[in-house]
Nanobody, 124 residues
Framework: QVQLVESGGGLVQAGGSLRLSCAAP????????RGWFRQAPGKEREFVAA????????SYADSVKGRFTISRDNAQKAVYLQMNSLKPEDTAVYYC?????????????????WGQGTQVTVSS
């Protein structure tokens, strides 16, 4: 079973920063599109950010544009989500995902592999 492993979540005050990491032990996803999604309590999972396999193209949800940055390091088999200027409404479980297609954008159904999620809590 392929696994993606997220890390870096935690509790932070509003205005603070966190950096999430997503590793893929034992497997390379260098040609896969990668994405981050999140799910807040009582809400459906929603798209946050995505990056093309080459890293040359990224996309973001309007709610995080200008505050979050997605990046990847194919040599390290990892993808990252730098989150700045965090707000209480960013509180959620954050999931990383990988899709066989080189770029899947915000299409949740297109992603083939998912991590277990990491909790991010932003206090006001």
């Amino acid at each position: 079973q392929v696994q993606l492993v997220e890390s870096g979540g935690g509790l932070v005050q509003a205005g603070g920063s966190l950096r999430l990491s997503c590793a893929a032990p034992g497997r390379t996803f260098s040609l896969y599109g990668r994405g981050w999604f999140r799910q807040a309590p009582g809400k459906e999972r929603e798209f946050v950010a995505a990056i093309r396999w080459s890293g040359g193209s990224t996309s973001y949800a309007d709610s995080v544009k200008g505050r979050f940055t997605i990046s990847r390091d194919n040599a390290q088999k990892a993808v990252y989500l730098q989150m700045n200027s965090l707000k209480p409404e960013d509180t959620a479980v954050y999931y990383c995902a990988a899709c066989r297609a080189g770029s899947c954008g915000l299409n949740e159904e297109a992603y083939d592999y998912w991590g277990q999620g990491t909790q991010v809590t932003v206090s006001s």
